[in-house]
């Protein structure tokens, strides 16, 4: 169920980390195949709809409605461990100060993790989502569907196509402010709440399709 912790990767271009991994195949295949469900449904995709809770300019952005308590745990564990993951890595840094504040000095479990919110973003040519920020500890991204053209979309001098972007202070000498990273279909990407990012729109054919969760820690 777990992911190969060999894929972790930590970005510190600033301060705060950004954990780069990957989800199994099967937590993809799952997502993808409860989204294709509602997604192509106009019913379904209007009574899971979630965009009213969200700031991107999209084509659609629904909630899952997993009824298969044992696809569910499955899919809660894996996206539990990314953010239990993260944490142990900030313990190791002296940077986790709310986990030592609730909890203390007790090594961390799943049981610490708190899924509080997820939700598919379905994106298609010309879609962005505008700079913002999260509300909780942990946020992540998990790509599930990439447009075969999107590789191609990174020949530039500059390239941001589809891609997501973190920013963090002001640009000065000898230091970096921001961080891109292009989607691949089973990246996972955690990162701490309050770090602003958003994601550039695209132009070629096809969905770029993610899923976005929130957690907080708790005793």
């Known amino acids: 169920m777990m992911m190969d912790r060999k894929t972790q990767k930590f970005h510190e271009p600033y301060s705060p980390a950004i954990m780069e991994t990957e989800v199994p195949p099967k937590f993809v295949d799952i997502v993808n195949h ?10 379904k995709s209007q009574q899971w709809d979630f965009s009213h809770r969200l700031v991107g300019k999209v084509n659609k ?3 899952l409605p997993i009824r298969d308590k044992t696809e569910g745990d499955y899919l809660k564990g894996v996206m539990k461990q990314g953010c239990l993951d993260y944490l142990k890595y900030a313990l190791d840094k002296q940077r986790a100060h709310v986990y030592t504040h ?6 961390p479990t799943l049981e ?4 509080t919110q997820s939700w598919i973003v379905s994106q298609n040519a010309g879609d962005f989502n505008p700079i913002h920020h999260h509300t909780a500890d942990f946020s992540a991204a998990i790509y599930l ?3 075969d053209g999107m590789v191609d979309d990174q020949d530039d001098h500059a390239p941001s196509k589809g891609m997501i972007e973190f920013a963090f202070g002001d640009t000065q000498n000898f230091r970096n ?5 292009l989607p691949e279909v ?4 955690v990162f701490p709440s309050w770090l602003k990012h958003f994601v ?6 096809g969905e770029r399709r993610m899923m976005s969760f929130n957690a907080t820690i708790r005793n």
Do not use: R, W
């Open 34 to 43: 409860i989204a294709d469900e509602v997604l192509s449904d106009e019913k």
């Open 61 to 63: 952005e629904i909630q």
């Open 102 to 107: 609730i909890v203390g000095k007790k090594a």
């Open 112 to 115: 610490n993790i708190h899924l």
């Open 145 to 147: 569907k990439v447009p």
């Open 177 to 181: 402010d921001s961080v891109k990273f």
């Open 186 to 189: 089973g990246k996972f990407l």
């Open 200 to 205: 550039y729109p695209f132009t070629c054919k």
